[in-house]
């Protein structure tokens, strides 16, 4: 009997005594890689050493899906995790990762990947086609309680095939122009030999050391305390064209300091050696201590062209008081985000205008600003009942209920920006209630909705700006999804429906200008700020490369991880003879030259 049928696009085989179905490759298929792009590290990188960080709060999970994994310290994690491709972070083309080749379908909607032979998991397992399959159905899966996860696996990748233990294919739910399609796809995979899904899957993997496809691992946890990594001495990737000279570190050690003014403490006394400067009053105020004087700490400033993330305030309009439009865009007026830029912010920052900035036909640049204007904030909110000032000066409604809002932030170095809104805000007779919640707790405070507003600003990851988990109403009402404003609007939801599935991207771009219009009409986000620099002061003997910072570095100039969605991290090195050097000034009370430094390779135009 003849064991093999073909169809088109698939296969049916015998395995095992039984007919089973398998993808094929499509004959015309035209294979893709990259090893041309021009490489972004230092020749002069060192290895070896010990990089100490800190962070304001402990994890609340080391998961990366499902409840509470989406803090801050999930960037450690994922960013140690390979996908099947990366972005270069100056060019922008893609380059190898855990796949060597691409192809697209002429549907352009499928993609095909050949996966690097080499690659293997942390623990010294083989990465394969499994994986990847395996992944997919994890991220479908109810077990790990990830909504996001869960639509984005069922409505924006709607298949991943096997062809054979080293070949996979991916197919987008809908046909994308090329790079949109090549981000859709780039997939992270997931270990099958060490997962068990099942219905105890998230207090089961809480804690868990997951083995990684990147150059770390974590070595030791001290719950509450820090995490330390450490550097795989045969990792499978070093040698490759993009990770040259990158990754250069041995150990990563992350302490949790809660109060940065006691964490500046320590790294002028040298138990840090990077301390991250891109809020102003740290940059022009107390980086002048005597280590900087006499130059045994430099500060670094590079400018960048990346996009920006959303920052501002998000109002949960599921609160009775914030469902009327007329407050909301009262509040609009009351916030002055001018005077905190010019006073607390030294002018360094520029007034964000839109929710996501510098996405070019993306953004919608032409949206009228809502400056502070004390009588239109009063004229809309005795639109919206509240008419008549107490004996404090904040408005009230018939009721005698007062015009406050509560702010829910948890960044304390954010108190100065917000204390100017308060006083700011009164005028116009609003009462701002400022809530300081620790770090991951207060994260894990707006994913369940208890705020009236929340401070705070998003990454600008990605190649486009990302609409659903944010506004869409599958979203609302809803804990653990980030519509962080309970917004359930139908025209809303029509236009990011259309976005998410539109495939000319002249078109797609004027969808998302119509999105940040509608997301302006119903007046439920306060712009803040946005800047294009990334800046931090470091100990002399922590080096990089001559053009400090990459066109897409993250917000950390000295990040020493991968990066997402460009490859852009992993640039810093520490050289023995400058720490040396370094430490016999310090002990003799002399100076050394300032390398300090301000990079404009990157400077938008």
Do not use: C
């Not at 309009?317 to 914030?322: D, G, H, S």
């Not at 639109?383 to 008549?388: I, V, Y």
């Not at 999105?515 to 931090?536: K, S, T, W």
């Not at 470091?538 to 490369?545: E, G, T």
């Amino acid at each position: 009997m003849n064991n093999k049928i073909k169809w088109i696009g698939a296969v049916f085989l015998v395995v095992n005594g039984s007919w089973v179905w398998a993808a094929s490759l499509p004959a015309d298929l035209k294979w893709e890689t990259n090893d041309t792009d021009p490489t972004f590290a230092s020749p002069q990188a060192l290895p070896g050493g010990t990089l100490n960080m800190f962070v304001d709060s402990f994890p609340l999970t080391f998961r990366t899906v499902g409840p509470d994994s989406n803090g801050a310290f999930r960037s450690y994690i994922l960013d140690n995790q390979l996908r099947l491709i990366s972005f270069h972070p100056n060019t922008g083309n893609p380059i190898p990762s855990l796949a060597t080749h691409w192809a697209i379908a002429q549907d352009n909607q499928t993609v095909y990947f050949k996966l690097d032979p080499r690659a293997k998991w942390s623990d010294g397992k083989p990465v394969t086609a499994d994986d990847y399959t395996f992944g997919y159905e994890m991220m479908r899966s109810k077990h790990i309680k990830g909504p996001w996860f869960n639509n984005y696996y069922t409505n924006e990748v709607v298949a991943v095939d096997k062809i054979d233990p080293h070949t996979i294919l991916v197919k987008a739910g809908n046909p994308k122009a090329k790079l949109d399609l090549l981000n859709t796809t780039e997939l992270w995979p997931q270990p099958r030999h060490f997962y068990q899904l099942d219905a105890n899957w998230v207090k089961k993997y809480n804690w868990a050391l997951v083995p990684t496809t990147g150059p770390y691992v974590m070595t030791e946890v001290k719950k509450g305390k820090s995490v330390t990594f450490s550097k795989q001495k045969e990792w499978w990737a070093r040698d490759d064209r993009y990770n040259q000279h990158r990754f250069n570190v041995d150990t990563i050690k992350v302490q949790v300091i809660r109060d940065r003014n006691i964490a500046f403490r320590h790294f002028l006394k040298g138990e840090f050696d990077t301390f991250e400067m891109l809020l102003p009053n740290w940059w022009h105020e107390k980086a002048n201590t005597q280590e900087y004087k006499q130059g045994l700490v430099k500060k670094v400033m590079a400018m960048t062209d990346t996009k920006q993330g959303a920052q501002g305030l998000h109002l949960n309009i599921a609160n009775p008081k914030l469902a009327d439009l007329n407050v909301r865009l009262g509040i609009q007026h009351a916030i002055n985000i001018d005077k905190m830029i010019k006073t607390v912010l030294y002018g360094d920052y520029q007034r964000a205008t839109t929710f996501d900035s510098g996405f070019g036909p993306f953004t919608e640049v032409d949206l009228p600003g809502r400056g502070y204007e004390i009588s239109k904030a009063r004229d809309y909110f005795a639109k919206g009942g509240f008419d008549q000032a107490g004996p404090d000066g904040i408005l009230r409604n018939a009721r005698g209920e007062r015009l406050s809002l509560a702010i829910t932030y948890a960044t304390a170095e954010h108190t100065k920006r917000l204390t100017v809104l308060k006083e700011e805000a009164k005028k116009a007779g609003l009462d701002l209630e400022l809530n300081l919640v620790d770090g991951a707790t207060g994260f894990k405070v707006m994913l369940e909705k208890k705020h009236e507003a929340a401070w705070l600003g998003w990454g600008g990851g990605g190649l486009y700006p990302q609409y659903w988990e944010f506004f869409h109403s599958d979203n609302a009402n809803k804990p653990q999804t980030n519509n962080f404003f309970n917004v359930a609007d139908q025209q809303l939801d029509g236009l990011i429906d259309r976005y998410g599935s539109e495939f000319d991207i002249e078109t797609r771009a004027s969808l998302s200008r119509q999105i940040q219009q509608r997301i302006y009409d119903l007046a439920i986000f306060v712009p803040g700020a946005q800047l294009n620099y990334v800046r931090a002061s470091a100990w002399r003997y922590v080096m990089l490369p001559e053009v400090p910072a990459t066109k897409n570095s993250p917000d950390l100039l000295y990040w020493p991880m991968d990066g997402y969605p460009y490859s852009s991290g992993g640039l810093l090195w520490l050289d023995p003879k400058v720490r040396q050097q370094t430490e016999q000034a310090r002990g003799a009370g002399e100076s050394l030259p300032s390398q300090d430094m301000v990079d404009k390779t990157h400077a938008r135009s």
